[in-house]
């Protein structure tokens, strides 16, 4: 599969206000806005992915393809998360994206993606900020209070 990688520019209180987080904090909550923002993608490949009347023989052993997509974190660092959205066991996703001998490629899962990728971005901003002000707010501080000019930037 495609990898797409994205950012969040214009985040820089953001990056303040995670790095003042004790590191398991920091990580749980972007680990979580992360997850929000690819079970966008995961849900637009489920919807896009090839559906046929006669299941090929691994398609009935593993199953079919829309239910093997997966998300999965691939990658923590500090202050970064990873993640995948996959077609888990159903290999053949692959060639139905790409293509193979005999096959044409469709682009079911790019299309899907790019689809849905200013909707993803918007989620992980949008998570981000409510689980970062709820923690802030448990904490009590002057973390409490995220600037409206970051908000306006997510």
Known sequence: MATTTSKIAGANELERVLKKLPGRLAERELNSAARAGANVWRK?????????????????????????????RVKKTNHSVEMAVHTGRAF???????????????????????????????????????????????????LSKISKSTRGKL
């Open 44 to 72: 637009a490949m489920k919807d896009a992915a090839p559906r046929g009347n006669d299941p090929s023989e691994a398609s009935k052993e593993r199953g079919p393809l829309h239910e093997n997509i997966r998300t999965t």
């Open 92 to 142: 053949w996703g692959t060639w139905f994206e790409f293509g193979k001998v005999g096959l044409a490629g469709t682009h079911w899962a790019t299309s899907a993606i790019d689809a849905t990728a200013s909707e993803a971005l918007s989620r992980v901003g949008k998570t981000l900020i409510r689980r970062l002000e709820k923690l802030a707010k448990e904490l009590a501080g002057p």
